[in-house]
């Protein structure tokens, strides 16, 4: 069985720009849920998705925003990045049900300049 | 505010010594305690996770334990393959999928 692919697996952007990660998820799996990795902050949860609904949110401002696709598969915006964005945006899927395990995809490594 | 705090912050350790991981957390209506372990330039690979204080679980040299105020991995006559980062990681009653995690211990083994 596949695991959770994320791409792209690296971006370089400027500030100013926006961004798109991709995420798809073990087959089955209807929850998405999206993390911010930064070696000062740890972990952060950015949302979670659940049958193209968002079900959950962080507290992070509205330049991040996501969805949620028929098939399960969800993408992550980024827009006006800033420099204190680069980070590893991991991606994460679920049954989504009562079951909290969560399988993580390697991430996409942003880095703003 | 909820919070999941991890010591120590690095731990260093020769083949076969054996030690634990600290986790502590304050976290209102926990639902469930997470432990991960990351490996670099890789996403957490799911370890264990405890309910209720007092229970246990086991998988091959890691033992993790709950209590109301913490939990602790075990590390048993530990390999180098062992070395990774462990996180620590809680859920609230709502909002099941949302973890709040620890900072992590990056844990080394020397053979």
């Known amino acids: 069985k596949a695991g959770v692919t994320q791409t792209p697996r690296y971006l370089i952007k400027t500030r100013g720009q926006q961004v798109t990660l991709s995420c798809s998820p073990i087959?089955?799996?209807?929850?998405v849920s999206w993390y911010q990795q930064t070696p000062g902050q740890g972990l952060q949860f950015l949302f979670e998705?659940?049958?193209?609904?968002?079900?959950n949110k962080g507290n992070f401002p509205g330049r991040f925003s996501g969805r949620q696709f028929s098939n399960s598969r969800s993408e992550m915006n980024v827009s006006t990045l800033e420099l204190g964005d680069s980070a590893l945006y991991l991606c994460?899927?679920?049954?989504?049900?009562?079951?909290?395990?969560?399988?993580f995809g390697s991430g996409t490594q942003l880095s703003v300049l | 505010e909820d919070q999941v705090t991890q010591s120590p912050e690095a731990l260093r350790l020769q083949e076969g010594e054996s030690s634990s991981l600290n986790c502590s957390y304050t976290?209102?209506?926990?639902?469930?305690l997470f432990w991960y372990r990351q490996d670099p330039g890789k996403g957490p690979e799911f370890l264990f996770t405890?309910?209720?204080a007092g229970e246990e679980k086991e998988k091959e040299r890691l033992k993790a334990t709950l209590t109301k105020k913490e939990s602790f991995l075990h590390i048993t006559a530990p390999k180098p393959e062992d070395s990774a980062t462990y996180l620590c990681a809680a859920s609230q009653a709502q909002g099941a999928q949302k973890l709040v995690f620890g900072q992590g211990t990056r844990l080394t083994i020397n053979p």
């Open positions: 087959s089955g799996h209807r929850s």
């Open positions: 405890l309910y209720s």
């Open positions: 998705y659940f049958s193209e609904t968002q079900r």
């Open positions: 976290v209102s209506g926990l639902r469930g």
């Open positions: 994460a899927s679920s049954l989504g049900d009562t079951n909290e395990k969560l399988f």
